[in-house]
């Protein structure tokens, strides 16, 4: 009798479990504030593989002086130079929350959304981006 009411707690014990750990997979990661990291690990970061001909920067959004304008509306942001062959942790940007081809249009998402020059796409702190040359312009894919 008490090796079943043991077996039973284990067996609820296992479920539980199980279940914990099917949410922890599943479930998308919470937005953080902006400006901040998700759990205070999960960051978005842009990686520039662009030629120096083109200028990027990217933006920390909910701080700062500057005005940002994204497909998601308008934040007040702090942005970067991000120079070739560097990504935003390289310049002590630890979470990334928008970036921007600044003198030529751009597009992300195998070529289905397309951005002006200067406009700012928000990325989640689950995305990271990786901008290079393809077709004979910017193409900042999320990696």
């Not at 039973?8 to 504030?33: E, N, Y």
């Not at 999960?42 to 994204?70: D, F, H, W």
């Not at 970067?80 to 390289?90: M, N, R």
């Amino acid at each position: 009798m008490m090796r079943s009411t043991i077996a039973r707690r284990m067996a609820k014990a296992t479920a539980l479990l199980a279940s914990t750990a099917g949410l922890m997979v599943f479930s998308p990661a919470p937005q953080a504030a902006a400006g901040e990291c998700s759990l205070g690990f999960l960051c978005g970061y842009v990686q520039n593989k662009l030629p120096s001909s083109y200028t990027m920067k990217i933006a920390q959004l909910g701080m700062g002086t500057e005005t940002c304008r994204t497909e998601e509306g308008t934040f007040t942001c702090k942005t970067y130079w991000l120079p070739s062959g560097k990504t935003s942790k390289d310049i002590g940007v630890k979470d990334a929350d928008a970036l921007t081809v600044e003198n030529a249009a751009w597009t992300t998402n195998n070529n289905s959304t397309w951005f002006a020059a200067g406009a700012w796409e928000k990325i989640s702190d689950v995305e990271s981006r990786l901008c290079v040359v393809e077709g004979g312009h910017p193409a900042c894919y999320q990696n």
